[in-house]
């Protein structure tokens, strides 16, 4: 078996939704939140946009008094000079908030790092990604390529997507635990696992992709990291959705 990563895209994290199919733990689903997920969608221009309303509202009063031809000194006996100067104090109040939210960014996570967290804490030996018709990461262990000795099988997206397995885990939304992988005559729709793989997650990327963690125990993975994984699964899912910039290949090969 080889330990080797292809990688063809980056990530970075983040929304929560657990649910898991029969045989495991099933939680409630939430609603969509079509603002909530415009929001997140338009991060930047949302976090420009008290920038934006401080600056147009600074440049209305500067034209207003132009135009009016009040002074440009503010005279405190005025009413209009009073509201000009609120108003300004609520821009400059607006323009810092802006610049106070783009400073503040949720810190990224990569793939690799994601990867080691799961095959350090869990039984997990194994990790593939097909995310929007493209297998994005395969990490791991792997068995071997028949047709070329020394190399790792390499994942076929094409294959993968047309089996029963990707089908139902994709259609129905839900993670899927394969707490005994020998027992189900659809492993053979995962040649890229190790032949020893004991057990398999399927975790959904919400209708656009699956990943497939494949760990060394028979029930080996907990109620506890099942949850996790759909956690990340969702948190993947928010990333590749929105941004996936290519990177170098990267392998490894195992002891």
Do not use: H
Not at 25 to 45: F, M, Q
Not at 93 to 112: D, E, F, H, Y
Not at 213 to 233: E, K, N, P, V, Y
């Amino acid at each position: 078996m080889y330990m080797y990563a292809y990688m063809y895209r980056y990530l970075s994290l983040i929304q929560v939704s657990i649910g898991r199919s029969k045989g495991g733990y099933r939680g409630p689903r939430p609603k969509r939140e079509l603002i909530a997920e415009w929001v997140s969608n338009n991060d930047d221009a949302v976090r420009s946009m008290p920038i934006y309303v401080g600056g147009i509202s600074l440049f209305a009063v500067l034209f207003n008094r132009t135009i009016s031809g009040i002074a440009p000194v503010a005279d405190a006996s005025s009413s209009q000079s009073r509201a000009d100067l609120l108003t300004i104090g609520l821009a400059v109040t607006n323009i810092l908030a802006g610049l106070v939210w783009l400073s503040i960014r949720p810190k990224t996570i990569s793939v690799v790092r994601a990867w080691e967290s799961l095959s350090a804490m869990t039984c997990s030996r194994s990790l593939v990604i097909v995310y929007d018709d493209i297998c994005v990461l395969q990490i791991g262990c792997a068995s071997a390529a028949s047709s070329n000795e020394g190399e790792p099988l390499v994942v076929d997206a094409d294959k993968l997507m047309q089996g029963s397995i990707y089908q139902g885990v994709v259609k129905s939304g839900s993670q899927s635990y394969l707490a005994n992988l020998s027992l189900y005559p659809g492993k053979s729709e995962l040649p890229f696992l190790p032949s020893n793989t004991q057990a398999v997650i399927l975790q959904p990327l919400g209708d656009k992709g699956i990943a497939i963690l494949g760990g060394d125990t028979i029930r080996g993975f907990t109620a506890s990291d099942q949850a996790w994984i759909t956690l990340i699964g969702e948190k993947l899912d928010a990333t590749l959705s929105k941004r996936m910039t290519s990177i170098p290949l990267a392998s490894g090969r195992a002891r």
